[in-house]
């Protein structure tokens, strides 16, 4: 979707390492999400923040941390990454009338 | 939607044939339901959409109907095509709370 991109597709890093993956969006909505996304387990939230500065914990953020110091940027920080965090990344947006609207997702894989 | 452990419940259907999913949500004080798409390397699609003052929704050719005695969600999709293949989620939310997804529905539309 243009208005929010995720521009990480894949990636794969080594366990113990730190990692950042952005969203971006240029619409100027308020609410950001970050889920993750495996097999039997259907979309996870991990954080979520509902304007700059603000952002509050999901079902799975043990092993995560966020950041919004501006409206158009969430970033979601693994600050060790390890294997059980091998996942596909989702970032969204809200749009009244639309629902949430998802990037095209991050395959991470932690080796 | 209900886990299956790590594999999908799986819908088949003819190509041409009627589809329903469906999806059994836990909160009785949601509010609001969405149906989701996601086709194989894609982030998740709206599809439409339900408030709980509604029992039924219509949009091209799918319906949402929505059960809130026995917390029942259901997905109709007409005149199934293969374009329709892919993991449908449903969500429900309640309030400005985020989105809680199911663990979604394989369907395989059969040419």
């Known amino acids: 979707d243009a208005g929010i991109t995720q521009s990480t597709r894949h990636k794969v890093t080594e366990t113990g390492t730190p990692v950042t993956l952005r969203c971006h969006q240029t619409?100027?909505?308020?609410?950001m999400y970050w889920y993750r996304q495996d097999p039997g387990h259907g979309l996870r939230l991990i954080h979520y923040s509902y304007g700059v500065k603000d952002t509050d914990k999901g079902e799975v953020s043990d092993g995560y941390s966020v950041s919004r110091s501006k409206t158009e940027d969430f970033l979601l920080t693994l600050e060790s990454a390890t294997s059980s965090q091998t996942s596909v990344y989702f970032c969204?947006?809200?749009?009244?009338?639309?629902?949430?609207?998802f990037g095209s997702g991050t395959r991470l894989t932690v080796v | 939607g209900e886990s299956v452990g790590l594999h999908l419940p799986t819908l088949s259907v003819q190509e041409g044939d009627n589809s329903i999913i469906n999806c059994a949500y836990s909160n009785s004080a949601s509010d609001y339901f969405i149906w989701y798409k996601q086709e194989s390397g894609k982030g998740p699609q709206f599809i439409i959409d339900?408030?709980?003052?509604?029992d039924k929704r219509q949009g091209q050719r799918v319906t949402v109907l929505l059960n809130k005695t026995v917390k029942h969600l259901s997905l109709q999709i007409a005149a199934t095509q293969p374009g329709d293949s892919a993991v449908y989620f449903c969500?429900?939310?309640?309030?400005?709370?985020?989105?809680?997804f199911g663990k979604g529905t394989r369907l395989s539309v059969i040419a």
């Open positions: 969500a429900d939310q309640e309030g400005n709370t985020p989105l809680v």
């Open positions: 619409e100027n909505h308020r609410y």
């Open positions: 969204a947006i809200f749009r009244a009338g639309d629902g949430y609207t």
């Open positions: 339900i408030r709980s003052n509604m």
